[in-house]
C-alpha cells in the first residue's frame, strides 16, 4: 500500500516570497491533516479536511496560509508571504475516517527554509 | 492543545525493555490514547492506541491504568533502531483531532 506522498522533499526561499506544498493521501482515506513542525518543537496542527471540508483550521494563521482540497483527494498549503519563522518541515497525514479509533498517517514531510 | 504530560528524555539499554509513561489526568470517558513515534528526519509512525482495555501489537503493549489519568508503552526488547522521539496524545472523541506535545526522547544505549 502506498504511503502519503509530499513534494517537494527541500524548499529554499527568500523571505517574503510565496511557497506551496502537495499531499496525496493514502487512497481512501478522507481525512487529510496539515502539520508544521519547528525544530526541537513537536508537531503542530494546521488544519484538517473531511472529505473537502475543514474540520479544523483554528491553528492556521490565515493572513498568510491557505490550504485546499478541491477534490477530496490531494491537498495544497500555500504560504503567501513567508516569514523567517515560517522555515519548518511541513507534514501531511491523512486517516481513513474521522472517528477517534482511526489512526493518521504521515509522510516524510517538506522541509521548508526561508532566508 | 496537548493534554498530557511525559518525561523530556530517558535512556534504556539495548536489549532491555523500556517503559515509557504518560499522565493524562483530565482524559475524558471516550478519548483514546494513542502513543506515535518520529525517528530523526522521519515523519511520525503509528505505534499503538487504546481506550481501556491494555493492547499488545508486533510492536509494542500499551498499559493504561484502571481510572485512565495515565498509561504506559512498553518495548519489550529495545532495540537501536527504537531510539526516537515518542509521543503520547489523547485523541478528542470528535474529529478524531491529534495534538502532539513534546514528547519524550528515547535513547537506546549499546
Known amino acids: 500500500e502506498a504511503g502519503v506522498a509530499q513534494s517537494p522533499r527541500y524548499k529554499i526561499i527568500e523571505k517574503r516570497q510565496s511557497v506551496a506544498f502537495w499531499c496525496n493521501p493514502i487512497?481512501?482515506?478522507?481525512?487529510l491533516y496539515w502539520y508544521q513542525q519547528i525544530l526541537g518543537q513537536g508537531p503542530k496542527l494546521l488544519i484538517q479536511f473531511q472529505n473537502n471540508g475543514v474540520v479544523d483550521d483554528s491553528q492556521l494563521p490565515k493572513d498568510r496560509f491557505s490550504a485546499e482540497r478541491l477534490k477530496g483527494v490531494d491537498s495544497t498549503l500555500k504560504i503567501q508571504p513567508a516569514k523567517l519563522e515560517d522555515s519548518a518541515v511541513y507534514l501531511c497525514?491523512?486517516?481513513?475516517?474521522?472517528?477517534?479509533?482511526?489512526?493518521?498517517?504521515f509522510g516524510q514531510g517538506t522541509r521548508l527554509t526561508v532566508v | 492543545d496537548a493534554k498530557t504530560t511525559q518525561p523530556p528524555s530517558m535512556d534504556c539499554a539495548e536489549g532491555r525493555a523500556a517503559n515509557l509513561p504518560c499522565n493524562h489526568s483530565t482524559i475524558s470517558g471516550n478519548e483514546y490514547v494513542y502513543w506515535y513515534r518520529q525517528i530523526h528526519s522521519q515523519g511520525p509512525q503509528y505505534i499503538i492506541h487504546g481506550l481501556k482495555n491494555n493492547e499488545t501489537n508486533e510492536m509494542a503493549s500499551l498499559i493504561i491504568t484502571e481510572d485512565r489519568k495515565s498509561s504506559t508503552l512498553i518495548l519489550p526488547h529495545a532495540t537501536l533502531r527504537d531510539t526516537a522521539v515518542y509521543y503520547c496524545?489523547?485523541?478528542?472523541?470528535?474529529?478524531?483531532?491529534?495534538?502532539f506535545g513534546t514528547g519524550t526522547s528515547l535513547t537506546v544505549i549499546p
Open positions: 497525514a491523512s486517516s481513513l475516517m474521522g472517528l477517534a479509533n482511526t489512526e493518521a498517517f
Open positions: 496524545i489523547v485523541n478528542p472523541d470528535t474529529g478524531n483531532q491529534f495534538y
Open positions: 487512497s481512501g482515506h478522507a481525512t
